[in-house]
């Protein structure tokens, strides 16, 4: 079966502070996404990670992979407010034809 | 420039009715995909279109759902004899798989609300 597993599910954090969040997926996969969703808007695009060892940053984000463990982390540096949003990973199967698959999302709150 | 179009953006409806739900996606995007997103979950796959044909409809939850891309851009949603659990957000998201790192590019989602 294929499944995406995020966690935590929900995180309050303090302004400044460091934080990792995760996420697990059950079967091979050669392409993981990381979106970012604001209370009711669409996801937008985060990160791309095409390969064993991709690490990418941009701002105080940065999400690494390792698809021997099968395990992406997204990473935050000293948070800020506006980094408060929903945050989703997304793995391509191939098993035919790529579908992107969901994990749970992470809830992340960035407290004043 | 312009990018997933979804429309309607809200959509009420009596249980039993037809519903169809239409997304425009991003010019020369040959991927199209289907999600439906309920309150506090990640989007749950529905159907993939590459160009007209389905690819992939394992998501569709049953016989109920229906979707097409006849002409490989514009897509609909159709949804019979709606059910209360139909209610949800649908996302429609659109990608370039001829560039190696393509994303999905959503549009904003048409919510549906089956009363």
């Known amino acids: 079966e294929l499944k995406v597993e995020q966690n935590p599910l929900f995180l309050s954090m303090q302004e400044g502070k460091n934080y990792t969040i995760y996420c697990n997926y059950s079967t091979t996969s050669d392409r993981l996404y990381w979106y970012r969703q604001d209370p009711g808007k669409s996801l937008e695009s985060l990160f791309v990670l095409l390969s064993n060892g991709a690490v990418k940053q941009e701002g105080r984000l940065m999400a690494s992979l390792d698809t021997k463990a099968r395990l992406s982390t997204l990473h935050i540096t000293a948070a800020v407010h506006d980094l408060s949003a929903t945050y989703f990973c997304a793995v391509d199967f191939a098993s035919g034809t790529y579908k992107s698959i969901f994990g749970t999302g992470t809830r992340l709150k960035v407290l004043a | 420039g312009a990018g997933v179009s979804q429309t309607p953006s809200n959509k009420v409806t009596e249980k039993g009715k037809y519903v169809e739900l239409r997304c425009d996606p991003i010019s020369g995007h040959t991927a199209l995909y289907w999600y439906r997103q309920s309150l506090g979950q990640g989007p749950e796959f529905l159907i993939y279109?590459?160009?007209?044909?389905?690819?992939?409809d394992s998501g569709l939850p049953n016989d109920r759902f229906f979707a097409v891309r006849p002409e490989g851009s514009v897509s609909t949603l159709k949804i019979q004899r709606t059910e209360r659990g139909d209610s949800a957000v649908y996302l429609c998201a659109s990608s370039s798989q001829s560039a190696a790192n393509s994303p999905l590019h959503f549009g904003n989602g048409t919510r549906l609300t089956v009363t």
């Open positions: 279109f590459q160009g007209t044909g389905a690819a992939d």
